[in-house]
């Protein structure tokens, strides 16, 4: 699978944009980029996902480079409930299409 | 919102016992996943299924673990006998077999085996 990388730690001061990075150097060309978030004692959750343009969604924006080796998950406001850990995983378009979860980035909030 | 339905939420037992964790997926999805999160090694694959039918569970200690779908609404993942070192949060996922395949996780199963 191809490897995603992301800072370990992020802080961000409530109502303030945050931008979450991440490299993934070695994707392919069919690989889907997702992010999930995991709030403190829950499953991971869906944000978004993205192939090639970016996209918007109610929880955030996707916002891929043009040679897809990196990408950044925008919050536009940050609020005290986004505080989570957020993943960003390259997914593959073969049989297996499972989610490999690295550590990901502790985002942290502050009022 | 569908949801996917874990149960036990907590379960404490001692080692040696036989743990059964069961996992209702989101009606129509026909992938169903099992992970499992500790602090050392973050989530982990455990094994997932297409259809029913086992694509992978390289992830699982083959000696004591086993996953099975007997139907399309139940996934269990049974651990047989139990060690204080199985004790984490089991999270089972679903999801359609289809274009970006967004999975819905459940809210986990925490184990604690002493």
């Known amino acids: 699978d191809a490897k995603t990388t992301q800072p370990n730690s992020m802080e961000s001061n409530e109502e303030e944009p945050v931008h979450l990075p991440c490299n993934h150097s070695t994707i392919s060309g069919t690989d889907y980029i997702h992010w999930y978030r995991q709030l403190p004692s829950q499953g991971p959750e869906y944000v978004i996902h993205g192939l090639t343009s970016n996209v918007n969604n109610r929880m955030a924006s996707l916002a891929i480079a043009e040679d897809r080796k990196s990408s950044t998950l925008i919050l536009h406001r940050a609020t005290l409930r986004d505080a989570a850990v957020y993943y960003c995983?390259?997914?593959?378009?073969?049989?297996?299409?499972?989610?490999?979860f690295g550590s990901g980035t502790q985002l942290t909030v502050l009022p | 919102d569908a949801r996917v339905t874990q149960t036990p939420r907590h379960k404490v037992t001692e080692m040696g016992q036989e743990v059964t964790m069961r996992c209702q997926p989101i009606l129509g999805h026909n992938t169903v996943f099992w992970y499992r999160q500790t602090m050392m090694q973050g989530l982990e694959l455990l094994a997932y299924f297409r259809n029913r039918a086992p694509l992978d569970d390289s992830g699982m200690p083959k000696d004591r673990f086993s996953a099975e779908m007997p139907d399309a609404t139940l996934a269990t993942l049974k651990i047989q006998p139990s060690e204080p070192r199985d004790s984490a949060v089991y999270f089972c996922?679903?999801?359609?077999?289809?274009?970006?395949?967004?999975?819905?996780f459940g809210a986990g199963s925490r184990l604690t085996v002493l």
């Open positions: 996922a679903s999801g359609t077999f289809t274009g970006a395949n967004v999975l819905t």
């Open positions: 995983i390259l997914r593959g378009s073969g049989s297996a299409r499972q989610l490999t």
